[in-house]
């Protein structure tokens, strides 16, 4: 510990966040955002300097060691400011509203976020990390903090008035975006598909050039346009495009280094063009996403480097993210460990050398076969060379693409099989001996939103790949979300972050929408009911909680809780769908299982309020594209009537193994108090049987699930 985390203690002691609590031995007088730091910036006449990030962020902790946790910035500090800490991702709201004002004056964002503004919250400066000291034209935060200081006491009122101006224009934003709605029809869909064949990088995958991040949105909209009937408007090229562009983008993510070959799972992003070196934070929300992905690109090409890639996922979340006791998934893992980026996940030509010819306490026969020449063929085969191909002469493990794999087998005289045989002998006696390494830091933040999403993956994933365990794996974790993020009382309210005991923070419009998809898809994995009926009570509580009455669609904030500033509409997906986006699923499936028409016009009256905006750019809405895709496509709705619930998953295996139906529900005709009448109208039958249903009205039953598949597929 440092000499002044020893001597200094403040008040972010006493929170729950891990990133608060990493600055809790900082000099700088922290407080965390509350309405006492407020007043007291307002008793003492001081600006506010809010500070936003993550625990897992390397550039938070790269300012934090240069400025936070020096004595003359923190003097500075505490005399011209009442300085916030926050979480961004236990206070997203606040986060979202101040990244929206950094994006607005600088055209970009980023963390660590850093606003100055009044004490009545309203800012007047923002951006993301700087130096100490001003270098490069950059400016310093020592030379921003003497500035606003002095200009806080000679034209506070000029500060005051520009920062009014400030908020005023993002009211303005707001309120165009809220009038932007439109006649909904699919021409965002083909337009879409044009621009990612425009952007896409067909050497290397992906979406323009670096810094490259596995985004899971545009693939997965993809995946539905390559499934999509050809039409005058949508013809066959385009969608074999869709294909290709997904396809190459998986192979290619999957054999690069932003890939963890070792541990499996995704790395935040990659840092260059060709997926090579990444940036080594590790999140949930990724691993959910592309577990979906993956999923559903197995679905669609039939290729078993994407199950594979899917089950390692889930392998690496159960091993390194998932609480052992409660079954709730971690937040996050960082990318540095010993002060050092992606120390815990390179090797030295050395260290690989030495590592691969020792027989491993787990591996001690391998020890005779494992002589230099696998050595040899493990290292061209991952490009690791003595010089390194990272810093310090280290080396990131990856392969690049099939092509070099086949080139360095055909050098060794091996086939494909005997080839992937040595380096899995190898990748074991690596992991093996990195878990005798000092780990990275992980967040063990239990947010509802993410460990929805992951909830939601490995519901899907249980079905497509017939693993009955990762439903088991869902449903553990939103039993826990259930009984401890859930307020039992009526109406149910829903809560965002767990930490240390604590369940705290009102949910937010992604907790809501985020949980009642996820719950559904459960429910189709599981034909449990209870899954139903609170993914049904949340999307109920979420449309009287955060509807816009104006002008529809969702606000983020609960109408419970006070409006900070302005109460704002996230619509744009990122690296996380919107809350709307998910959302509009959400509803989109309820609606159809249980017959609730006030779902499904809100459902188009979401897409409405911002079909403007989509429209217009609708790339940068790619999960609401996915929403827009089922929403005017025909839907299907297979009823399983048997005897209990397995038998009823068991018959319908393989109709998930077969093909992507991104526009079918599924549902077992229990009784579960919230079913539609179309299914609660078919009778109960001995042995399994199906009833493929639209529009009210089913075919005639069937017991043959290739015959469902048939009527599925001749319908999309």
């Not at 879409?192 to 064949?197: F, L, M, N, R």
């Not at 109406?491 to 923070?505: D, Q, S």
Request: glycine share 6%.
């Amino acid at each position: 510990m440092a000499a002044t985390q020893a001597v200094h203690e403040n008040r972010l002691a006493q929170e729950k966040s891990p990133y608060l609590l990493q600055h809790a031995h900082n000099p700088v007088d922290w407080w965390p955002w509350c309405d006492e730091a407020f007043d007291r910036a307002k008793s003492e006449n001081k600006p506010i300097f809010l500070s936003i990030g993550y625990s897992t962020c390397h550039w938070c902790h790269v300012m934090e060691k240069e400025s936070f946790e020096d004595e003359e910035v923190a003097r500075l500090m505490n005399d011209a400011f009442v300085s916030i800490k926050v979480d961004r991702e236990e206070r997203p709201e606040v986060d979202g509203l101040y990244m929206s004002v950094c994006q607005a004056i600088n055209g970009s964002g980023g963390w660590p976020l850093t606003i100055i503004m009044t004490p009545d919250k309203l800012p007047f400066f923002a951006g993301t990390y700087m130096p100490k000291t001003s270098k490069l034209g950059q400016p310093g935060l020592e030379e921003l903090t003497q500035r606003v200081k002095q200009l806080w006491a000679k034209n506070k009122a000029g500060l005051v008035a520009n920062a009014e101006q400030i908020t005023e224009a993002l009211r303005e934003m707001e309120e165009e975006l809220a009038s932007r709605g439109g006649d909904v029809n699919e021409q965002p869909l083909v337009s879409a598909v044009q621009h990612y064949e425009r952007t896409f990088d067909k050497e290397c995958g992906g979406f323009g050039f670096a810094p490259k991040f596995p985004t899971a949105s545009p693939l997965l909209f993809l995946l539905r346009r390559a499934v999509a009937r050809a039409t005058p408007s949508y013809p066959a090229e385009l969608r074999q495009a869709a294909l290709h562009m997904v396809s190459v983008s998986l192979e290619r993510m999957r054999a690069g280094g932003v890939y963890d070959y070792v541990g499996f799972g995704f790395h935040r992003y990659a840092t260059d063009r060709e997926w090579v070196v990444p940036h080594f934070e590790k999140m949930l929300y990724d691993q959910a996403l592309l577990l979906w992905v993956y999923t559903e690109g197995f679905q669609v090409a039939q290729n078993t480097q994407y199950s594979q890639t899917a089950v390692e996922i889930v392998t690496y979340v159960q091993r390194d993210l998932m609480h052992s006791q409660s079954g709730a998934f971690f937040s996050a893992e960082d990318a540095d460990s010993e002060g050092v980026e992606g120390k815990f996940y390179v090797w030295t030509a050395q260290e690989l050398q030495v590592t691969l010819r020792l027989p491993p306490l787990l591996f001690p026969t391998l020890a005779q076969d494992l002589l230099g020449a696998d050595t040899e063929i493990f290292m061209s085969a991952h490009h690791c060379t003595i010089a390194g191909n990272f810093e310090h002469r280290a080396n990131i493990l990856y392969t690049a693409h099939q092509g070099h794999l086949d080139t360095v087998a055909k050098r060794y005289s091996l086939s494909g099989e005997e080839l992937n045989s040595k380096l899995s002998r190898c990748r074991d006696i690596l992991f093996e001996r990195r878990c005798h390494r000092v780990r990275p830091h992980r967040d063990e933040k239990v947010l509802t939103d993410w460990n929805a999403l992951m909830i939601g993956a490995l519901s899907k994933a249980s079905r497509v790949l017939n693993r009955r365990d990762f439903a088991d794996v869902a449903a553990r974790a939103a039993n826990f979300l259930i009984t401890t993020m859930v307020k039992q009382q009526e109406p149910i309210r829903l809560m965002h972050r767990y930490m240390r005991g604590e369940a705290g923070v009102a949910g937010f419009l992604d907790d809501y929408a985020f949980f009642s998809w996820a719950l559904c898809e459960l429910y189709m994995a599981t034909f449990n009911d209870a899954f139903l009926r609170v993914s049904y009570s949340l999307a109920k509580e979420m449309v009287k909680l955060f509807w816009d009455d104006s002008n529809g669609g969702f606000y983020f904030t609960s109408v419970e809780e006070p409006v900070l500033v302005l109460r704002r509409k996230e619509i744009a997906d990122g690296a996380v769908p919107a809350g709307n986006s998910m959302a509009l699923l959400a509803m989109l499936n309820l609606a159809y299982i249980t017959g609730d028409t006030d779902l499904e016009e809100r459902a188009h009256k979401t897409v409405a309020s911002m079909y403007g905006a989509l429209a217009k750019a609708p790339a940068g809405f790619a999960q609401m594209l996915v929403g827009l895709d089922l929403l005017l496509s025909p839907r299907s709705l297979v009823v399983a009537s048997a005897p209990n619930a397995q038998a009823a998953l068991a018959g319908l295996d393989p109709l998930w193994q077969r093909a992507l139906l991104p526009h079918t529900v599924v549902a077992h005709n229990s009784g579960a108090g919230v079913l539609s009448s179309t299914i609660e109208g078919v009778p109960k039958q001995d042995r399994c049987t199906f009833y493929v249903c639209s529009g009210g009205s089913c075919k005639p039953p069937t017991e043959n699930v290739e015959e469902v598949a048939r009527l599925l597929l001749g319908a999309s």
